[in-house]
């Protein structure tokens, strides 16, 4: 009958953990956790009070900054945590909670202890005992101070600082390698694998992970039309006629289409995309490149199949007369051919 029960048990967690969705709280430190690995102090600010607003506590806020220095620096964390002092000193909101108080792990009194305690959690995370015999040093300060040292404080599980520690990856270029053994640790220390799915689309489809500085943008619904995919668009100087910038989810393009009696300026600033002239091959887009586009020319330009893509566009050499020609969409076929 024991058995029984701890089977049914099991079924209803596994159910349980399956189902799971991303909380606001989790979203909350979700978009700290991004933010902050790109220094990016400017969107951290209205994030952080967001984040409290749906749940997250100071002190948890605290942990999640403090454990990221080990994957972002030490800068970076004394930056986000100088922003959240800033926020609670300009108004702390009625309804943001402290939290439960900080207590000081004792493993941090026995380095014993703490490595121990790291060893039993990395094991955990990666699904196997990990040894960097490699980096001997590197091994130590694995076990005895990230997953020991860090892991031992009770203000975020074990769960949550999976998913503070994939978020922040996700907003780092050239880390890969760690980020996609983090997304399988975030499912060996708690989350169902559909969370953690959810969420690096969800930090995607929020523009989180642009590494950018250039805002997303509105949905770009004037235009949608013209566009296979979501785009966004963020006017920098609409009155006097300055530079747009266009957000592309991946995947989306836009049509084939001309700009008679005017020449096109694309300067890419984020993520990698597409261009192409009609009869061309297509040209690589990368932060930095900038094409101008002859008038009279056929051409489309959009996002890579797994990269957002943002890019400033105006126009130079308006004639009287200018005007814009949409034409067919970019095919599957021929979109999927591009490496």
């Not at 079924?11 to 790109?38: D, F, P, S």
């Not at 950018?212 to 006017?235: C, D, H, I, R, V």
């Not at 009696?261 to 297509?282: A, F, N, T």
């Amino acid at each position: 009958m024991k058995r029984i029960i701890t089977i049914i048990m099991a079924v209803l967690t596994m159910t349980t953990v399956q189902g799971q969705t991303l909380t606001e709280r989790q979203k909350g430190l979700a978009t700290c956790a991004c933010l902050m690995a790109q220094g990016d102090l400017k969107r951290l600010e209205p994030a952080v009070r967001q984040a409290l607003d749906n749940g997250v506590t100071i002190n948890e806020l605290k942990e999640a900054l403090s454990q990221l220095y080990a994957y972002t620096g030490f800068p970076r964390s004394l930056n986000a945590l100088g922003v959240l002092s800033k926020v609670l000193q300009e108004g702390n909101n009625p309804n943001w909670k402290e939290g439960k108080p900080w207590k000081r792990p004792k493993e941090w009194d026995d380095a014993r202890k703490a490595y121990e305690l790291g060893k039993k959690n990395q094991t955990q995370l990666s699904g196997k005992p990990f040894d960097y015999a490699f980096c001997p040093q590197n091994d130590y300060y694995l076990k005895s101070h990230l997953f020991g040292d860090i892991f031992a404080g009770d203000q975020l599980s074990a769960a949550d600082r999976e998913i503070v520690t994939v978020a922040a990856l996700s907003g780092l270029d050239g880390v890969a390698p760690q980020l996609n053994a983090h997304k399988l640790g975030a499912v060996n220390m708690g989350n169902s694998q559909e969370l953690v799915d959810e969420l690096t689309q969800w930090l995607d489809s929020e523009g989180y992970t642009l590494r950018s500085g250039f805002p997303k943008g509105e949905p770009n619904t004037a235009y949608a039309q013209y566009f296979t995919g979501n785009s966004y668009l963020a006017p920098m100087d609409a009155q006097n006629g300055g530079p747009a910038n266009v957000t592309f989810e991946p995947r989306c393009r836009n049509n084939w289409h001309i700009h008679h009696k005017q020449v096109q300026v694309l300067i890419c600033v984020s993520g990698r995309g597409w261009y192409q002239e009609w009869g061309k091959d297509p040209v690589p887009m990368m932060p930095g490149t900038v094409i101008a586009i002859p008038a009279e020319t056929k051409h489309w330009h959009g996002a890579a199949r797994d990269s957002w893509f943002q890019h400033l566009t105006y126009h130079t050499h308006v004639e009287e007369g200018a005007s814009n020609e949409w034409l067919e969409p970019v095919t599957d076929e021929l979109y999927d051919k591009l490496q």
